[in-house]
Nanobody, 121 residues
Framework: QVQLVESGGGLVQAGGSLRLSCAAS????????MGWYREAPGKQRELVAS???????NYADSVKGRFTISRDNAENTVYLQMNSLKPEDTAVYYC???????????????WGTGTQVTVSS
């Protein structure tokens, strides 16, 4: 029904930058909120940033001022620009989108398969 494909992860030194992308495809009528979550080893998955359709962005305190989320509604794509990366940012980053499908009266959340971000000290 809906696929979320992430790209842009990798290995970077502390202080460096990476840009993650996530493209949604399928029978999409409307995408409400798009966001990025991350899961580090031994920790629970946490929200990194989210952006509603036409709303105000939201960031975890730990990434405010360093990460920027944006979206391209025409391309059903969400981006996460990550600057001043720290070793504690190391995690698998997952894309999330709340999607309303054509012909459906409700929306639901979909997840990507994740992309690894590793920040070396």
């Amino acid at each position: 029904q809906v696929q979320l494909v992430e790209s842009g992860g990798g290995l970077v030194q502390a202080g460096g930058s990476l840009r993650l992308s996530c493209a949604a495809s399928g029978s999409i009528f409307k995408i409400n909120v798009m966001g990025w979550y991350r899961e580090a080893p031994g920790k629970q998955r946490e929200l990194v940033a989210s952006v509603p359709n036409g709303g105000v962005t939201n960031y975890a305190d730990s990434v405010k001022g360093r990460f920027t989320i944006s979206r391209d509604n025409a391309e059903n794509t969400v981006y996460l620009q990550m600057n001043s990366l720290k070793p504690e940012d190391t995690a698998v980053y997952y894309c999330n989108a709340n999607v309303a499908l054509f012909g459906r009266s409700t929306s639901r959340a979909y997840w990507g398969t994740g992309t690894q971000v590793t920040v070396s000290s």
